[in-house]
């Protein structure tokens, strides 16, 4: 039996979520224990794959770009016209859960499936892109896909390091994309013209434990905060855990160690100061064994803060701290910038559309909130005005197996987002109506 596409978006909800689930399997992960799909990896082949099926029978073609990026377009009433643009990213982390990313693409090709189904259209078409590197899980630098859609990868300028980044195999971005017919300056050509897009709109699971206490199922994003992230690589002496003297070591580890608590030191200071943050999420010795006094150290700094002040400061605390402590200890320092990213205010026009959606839907007038995760949305905000829905996760859990979603919840989301398309189509239809006036 064919099931019936409905508004109330529960039958919507309940396949967005089993969607997710199988794609947090192999063969759409590499690991067989665990969800791990790094960008370009054969489950994010895989991936690109089954999605790209889903997205033809929601009456969508599909194609994919220059930097590998997964795109369908429903076509609008007339054809060529700007894309009303819904996205997120089709990578995860290591050992991640199944919906940071995923479940805003698949939430959006419920939406495209719900108009096709009803032979809606509109005077703009509708476009979903699958992002292949949002989170930086397989090389030292996040967002060179929607860099590329966005028309900024030459700007930033990421580009001069292809040749060098590599991955845990060893492998550059510059091999990883030859690999799948690609170029580190052929993906510049991804980039969307300005007057093709009209907007940018991501629902994402909220990672975070606020609308779950609030009993809610949606929250409308009022921007995203402030990243920086480096790469620290520490140099002291390899040597004989049996025989060097205590007091002539320059270990690179116990090194490391002082700094890693120095982070969390200035991390928890500022903690209640513009939602600051600060994590060492990996952490690498050489050469890694029992009886040698490690010699190098590479590690990573993430922080993150509400405004570009708050979250500078602190990362100017931290570095001056990590100079000194590898003074002291005779160690040499590297410090290597891997990110830095300005907070992303979302659009105040589509912010005013996504709350009333919101409210149409729930009933109660929408939650607004900051979120501190990064998103696509903060580049894509550089090329066109940029919304963001929130949808609840169980405890706030995310980057995490455990990550869960209630289908109730994500069906409301898609009837939110259908809603949100057709309230942009009234202020669309006004504004070209005021212009060609
Ligand atoms: C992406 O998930 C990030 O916020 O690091
Ligand atoms: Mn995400
Ligand atoms: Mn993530």
Known sequence: MVKAMTESGTVTGERAVARCDVLGKPPFS?????????????????????????????????????????????????????????????????????????????????????????????????????????EGSRFPITMLTTRSIAGVLEEDDPVAAFAELHDVDGITVEQALARVGLTPRGMAAAKRRKDSVLAYVEAHIEQGPVLEAEGRALGVVSGIAAQRRFEIRLHGMAGHAGTMAMSLRRDALTAASEMVLAIERIGVAGGDRDGLVATVGSL????????????????????????????????????????????RRGIEIEIIPREDLDPSPCDPRLMALMETAVQDVTGEPARVLVSGAGHDAMIMARLAPMSMLFIRCEKGISHNPAEAVLPADVGEAVTALTRFVRLFADDYSQTQGRHSA
């Open 30 to 134: 590499d690991e067989n224990d665990l969800l791990f799909r790094p960008w370009l990896g054969p489950g994010f082949i895989a991936t690109v794959e089954a999605i790209s099926n889903w997205m033809r029978q929601a009456g969508m073609t599909v194609r994919q770009d220059a930097a590998a990026n997964l795109i369908g377009r429903y076509e609008g009433s007339t054809p060529d016209a700007p894309a009303l643009l819904f996205g997120s990213h089709l990578d995860s982390v290591r050992d991640g859960g199944r919906y940071d990313g995923m479940l805003g693409v698949i939430t959006a090709l419920e939406v495209v499936a719900g108009f096709h189904e009803r032979g809606e259209r509109f005077p703009f078409a509708i476009e979903i892109v699958g992002f292949g590197d949002e």
């Open 284 to 327: 690498r010795t050489w050469p890694g064994v029992t009886n040698v006094v490690p010699g190098d150290v590479t590690f990573t700094i993430d922080a993150r803060a509400g405004t570009i002040a708050t979250r500078d400061r602190a990362m100017n605390d931290i570095l001056a701290a990590l100079k000194d402590i590898a003074e």
